[in-house]
């Protein structure tokens, strides 16, 4: 019994593994597999190749600390499904302007060789929420 369950379990997860979707992000690198709902989000933890941190970011004069970054959402058009937020890592502002949902925005941060990513999968009034994608290994700081 314990042995068919995992079985599923097991081929469930990688069904939806091969469902994820993979991209090119906004900076043209190409993305790692990205989520578009909570159950592909937990398929791609599984796969342990990178860090995950969910967040709903609302519409405020101040940034919002996600991971070792900071956000704030500047604009949020939910007929459209659009957004304009700005990033602030290494002291260095970046405004990511008029992006889609489940479109990966990807910044490079010191230390790094693969970009961070953010993709969002819903945008509400005044609110985003979607996660942040940063990779398991750095390098260190020369």
């Given at each position: 019994m ?9 081929s ?33 933890r ?11 970011l ?15 959402l ?29 479109e990966p ?15 969002i ?5 005044d609110?985003?929420?979607g996660?942040?994608?940063?990779p ?7």
């Amino acid at each position: 019994m314990v042995k068919t369950d995992a079985a599923a379990t097991r081929s469930e997860l990688e069904k939806t593994i091969a469902d994820l979707k993979s991209t090119r992000g906004d900076l043209g690198v190409q993305s790692g597999l990205i989520a578009t709902n909570g159950k592909e989000l937990a398929a791609l933890r599984s796969l342990g190749e990178r860090q995950y941190t969910e967040f709903r970011l609302s519409k405020e004069k101040s940034p919002t600390k996600v991971g070792d970054v900071q956000m704030r959402l500047k604009s949020a058009d939910m007929k459209k499904n659009r957004y304009t937020i700005e990033l602030i890592a290494d002291d260095k502002l970046v405004e990511k302007k008029d992006k889609t949902i489940n479109e990966p925005v990807q910044v490079y941060v010191a230390g790094n060789r693969q970009p961070y990513e953010i993709v969002i999968n819903q945008v509400k009034k005044d609110a985003v929420v979607g996660y942040l994608s940063t990779p398991k290994v750095t390098l260190a700081r020369q």
